[in-house]
């Protein structure tokens, strides 16, 4: 059964640096995002994509944050200068036909640390 | 701005009861997803509907728009449903279908043998 990766599995960075998440939505899909969980907390949304582009952001989702479909296959989100409140659990998840009418399939995660 | 909420926030319960776990939101909705995490942290989707109920396995999904409330219910729960369960709603204004989703902040579901 077709599944979405994301690598690596667990990222220890230092406050300041810039990371890189990768996710490899399932091939055929079309609309992609990501999500955050800080421990203890819920899951929120960062940012969707379609078409190559940005289709809709939060508030979590500033300046610090870009997201990026560099090929066919991989969805990449970045943090410049990461924080200590980076710290989090990142999902990526993908879908076919759009949040209205498919459900969406989320990666394993990427357990972010910023020392 | 959407509010999800979800009750009760842990339950723990026999195997073999019925369970319900319940869902509210405060704005109109296009769909409300039911997934579920497990220990690991992994989000796996169990349902999602707009109207009606949902039935998969040993899973039944409900939602009631005019009242704004959904609910997962368990039948015949067993130890191996013991997850963490909850609810995310897309909401009715957004912009299309590229959509993030309104998550609760989940039930905790323990399941003794």
């Known amino acids: 059964e077709p599944e979405v990766t994301q690598t690596p599995s667990h990222q220890v960075t230092q406050m300041g640096q810039e990371v890189i998440l990768r996710c490899v939505p399932i091939s055929n899909h079309l609309y992609f995002y990501w999500y955050r969980q800080i421990l203890g907390q819920k899951v929120e949304f960062l940012v969707s994509f379609y078409n190559n582009e940005i289709s809709e952001k939060s508030e979590i989702f500033d300046d610090q944050f870009s997201v990026e479909r560099p090929d066919g296959s991989n969805f990449t989100l970045k943090i410049r200068s990461t924080k200590l409140e980076d710290s989090a659990m990142y999902f990526c998840?993908?879908?076919?036909?759009?949040?209205?009418?498919?459900?969406?399939?989320f990666g394993p995660g990427t357990r972010l640390t910023v020392l | 701005k959407n509010e999800v909420e979800q009750s009760p926030q842990n339950l723990t319960a026999q195997e073999g009861e019925f369970i319900t776990i319940n869902c509210s939101y405060s704005v109109g909705i296009s769909a409300l997803h039911w997934l579920q995490q497990h220990p690991g942290g992994g989000i796996v989707s169990l349902f999602m509907?707009?109207?009606g109920k949902k039935k998969h396995g040993r899973l039944i999904a409900t939602i009631n728009i005019q009242e704004k409330h959904s609910s997962l219910h368990i039948t015949a729960s067993h130890p191996r449903d013991s997850a963490v369960y909850i609810c995310a709603a897309l909401g009715v204004y957004s912009g299309g279908g590229a959509d993030g989703l309104t998550f609760g902040k989940g039930t905790h579901l323990i399941i003794q043998p």
């Open positions: 509907l707009s109207s």
């Open positions: 998840a993908s879908t076919g036909a759009g949040a209205l009418t498919d459900t969406q399939y």
